[in-house]
């Protein structure tokens, strides 16, 4: 047993003593390092926090590594340990000093008892600011059936710094959902609420109310929330919605939605507004989104089906309609901005950028709840023009689905399950102003690999913040279970 002890000791010291030498002998190979994550050409903004990576052999982390990062235009910073990990003052000096260039990489590794050299890669730095604090998104075990620990979660992306807005383990069998701020602008925030103690919560400069979680005048819950540009509106679906389980399929649930209308509501006057066009008995209207000016309601809507027999034929196409901010007034006619069904697929999640020029949209074979679709795929509107095209740059084999953009529209946040086709993350990535994106990189880590080998939960409706969220859970968990709601009108 001494001897036993006595030799792991002898490794390890070893081990220590390899990592934390300058390598020599080395073996150059012709490829690039295996690492994780897949940081080989991406581009990022100025300000981003390190691209820690870890360098992986047989699905185990190296743990003996040594990098060195020299900047095209200025700058140089030197890694040695089990992983790539780099201080987030020098790492944000180095980048700022390289905007429009890019970082060089080299990668050696300990690998079997040799020193082994890989091929350099390159990290672009983009001339675009990515000049929001940092990044909303809900966290939740990927299940069916219970909510289990979940909640809406802040990221600053200058650092790797996390903090909870809202969680559900005070309150049981609470589920929140739905979380949206008005174009990146946290004093205009909402989110929806389901369990026992269901409600709507809007928040407007630190005032908040809860709405009435289901109001029989529209037969069902506010979901799917969309912020007027101006504040003074936000529009919601109102859903019926149901799942079902495959016997034996790649895709494992369905979700799907007995009937589901469109309202706007005013939050000043807490009027719901409707309207004929948005509310029809046989179709199903979704996923309202304002345009950036606030002129045009974009939405999704498909023919009602039967189900869950006809499932496969819930096939939604983007149509939009005039609205008119300063009566809450529709326009008379809907117009189809982007046909699904014709080329036999399905449209979700549109997110107009703000700057007016593009859309995004996620494009399915059927249904509206892309996130356990694997085919799922990203795709770029041209306002302008009508033309629409799959984003190949960002797109993968497994489901990309939820997004949202920066507040100066040149990045996107989107999920993916691209890593292990299991749980949802979180990658981010350029937009220029012809729609051309860059390489995505996956939000980074303090260590990437065990991270995200031990965090066992999918992240999901990601957004920007300009600022860190201000929100007081603790007072909010009190107000949620006195279920005191602010009761909705409809206007006449």
Known sequence: MKVCLK???FVTVLLFSSCHNKPDNVTRVDQFPPIFPDYVDVTIPVGIAPLNFNVVSNGDNVPCVDVIVKGSIAGELHSNGSLAQFDIDDWQSLVASNIGGHLAV????YVEGKWIQYNDFSI??????LDDWGLTYRRIAPGYE??????IYQRELSSFDEFAIIENSNVYGMCVNCHTSNRANPNQIVFHVRGDHGATMIQLDGKREWLKALNDSIGGSMVYPYWHPSGRYCAFSTNQTRQGFHV?????IEVFDMSSDILVYNPTTHEIVWDSLLTTKDWSENCPVFSPDGKKLYFITCCQQSYPMHYKDEKYNLCSIDFNPDDGTFGDKVDTLFNAVAIGKSLTWPKPSYDGKHLLFTLIDYGYFSIWHREAEQWILDIQTGKARPIDEINSNESDSFHNWSSNSRWIVFTSRRANGLYSQLFLASIDENGQA???FLLPQ???LEYYENTLFSFNTPDFTKKRVS???KTAYKEILSDNRTQTKVRE
């Open 438 to 440: 860059t390489k995505p």
């Open 7 to 9: 030799y792991i000791l």
């Open 106 to 109: 080299t990668v050696c590794a």
């Open 124 to 129: 672009n730095i983009s001339e675009h600011l």
């Open 248 to 252: 034996s399929d790649l895709n494992r």
């Open 471 to 473: 929100f007081d859970s």
């Open 146 to 151: 219970v909510y289990s620990k979940m909640g």
């Open 446 to 448: 303090k260590n990437p």
